[in-house]
């Protein structure tokens, strides 16, 4: 089955930038609608941004349009969120997910069927 594994996480000031990575394990990569989601501390789990199985279409939730860019690199199997102009209130754990056989991006976490461990990102103000 397939696996996913997130890095790139850590400790940055208000207003940097950090680039978060998915390792997708198989070589059907661009099976898989990719998402990113994130969990802060008694918070619901939400979704922060998705991306077709061929790169051509991306979704973001409001918060993060023109902050956060998604993108995948066939040739490495990763699919990565860059990150600028980071703020305190996107502190949480991001996960990546994979819907597998669908080809529409979802923004419920539901519709995914593998998840990796996550990250965590924090935000200093």
């Known amino acids: 089955q397939v696996q996913l594994v997130e890095s790139g996480g850590g400790l940055v000031q208000a207003g940097g930038s950090l680039r978060l990575s998915c390792a997708v394990s198989?070589?059907?990569?661009?099976?898989?609608?990719i998402g990113w989601f994130r969990q802060a501390p008694g918070k619901e789990r939400e979704f922060v941004a998705g991306?077709?199985?061929?790169?051509?279409?991306?979704s973001y939730r409001d918060s993060v349009k023109g902050r956060f860019t998604i993108s995948r690199d066939k040739a490495n199997n990763t699919v990565y969120l860059q990150m600028n102009s980071l703020r305190p209130e996107d502190t949480a754990v991001y996960y990546c997910?994979?819907?597998?056989?669908?080809?529409?991006?979802?923004?419920?976490?539901?519709?995914?069927?593998?998840w990796g461990q996550g990250t965590q990102v924090t935000v200093s103000s």
């Open positions: 997910a994979a819907r597998i056989g669908i080809l529409t991006i979802s923004s419920e976490g539901k519709r995914y069927d593998v």
């Open positions: 198989e070589r059907t990569f661009s099976s898989y609608v």
């Open positions: 991306i077709s199985r061929s790169g051509g279409t991306t």
